[in-house]
């Protein structure tokens, strides 16, 4: 399976962007998808997770971005979304989605590492 990130760029604070994850070589409600993130000189940090379809029913997110971010799924589109809302400073970074069938959410946000990574998008929060 292969995954591609795509939807980053420059935003002001308060602004909004919405980050989009093409999933290929599968469908993407047979994995677990998540958001991950790394600002320059810190460590990647997982901020949003989505179940498989035949899951828990998981949706995750990281207390940083409680409240403002926000993950959904179009199964037709075989696509995961990112809305990203609020935006501040502290939030740019490089954006990448991940995909395992293995790994769940709640296993991913406590350190197991997913298989399926995309390339990551930029994203960057400046007046």
């Known amino acids: 399976v292969q995954l591609q990130a795509s939807g980053g760029g420059l935003v002001q604070p308060g602004g909004s962007l919405r980050l989009s994850c093409a999933v290929s070589?599968?469908?993407?409600?047979?994995?677990?998808v998540g958001w991950a993130r790394q600002a320059q000189d810190k460590e990647r940090e997982w901020i949003s997770c989505?179940?498989?379809?035949?899951?828990?029913?998981?949706?995750l997110y990281s207390d940083s971005v409680k409240g403002r971010f926000t993950i959904s799924r179009d199964n037709a589109k075989n696509t995961v979304y990112l809305q990203m809302n609020s935006l501040k400073p502290e939030d740019a970074a490089v954006y990448y989605c991940?995909?395992?069938?293995?790994?769940?959410?709640?296993?991913?946000?406590?350190?197991?590492?997913?298989?399926?990574w995309g390339k990551g998008t930029q994203v960057t929060v400046s007046s």
């Open positions: 989505i179940s498989s379809g035949d899951g828990d029913g998981s949706i």
């Open positions: 070589g599968g469908a993407a409600d047979y994995y677990a």
């Open positions: 991940a995909a395992d069938r293995v790994v769940s959410c709640h296993g991913a946000f406590r350190g197991f590492e997913m298989d399926y």
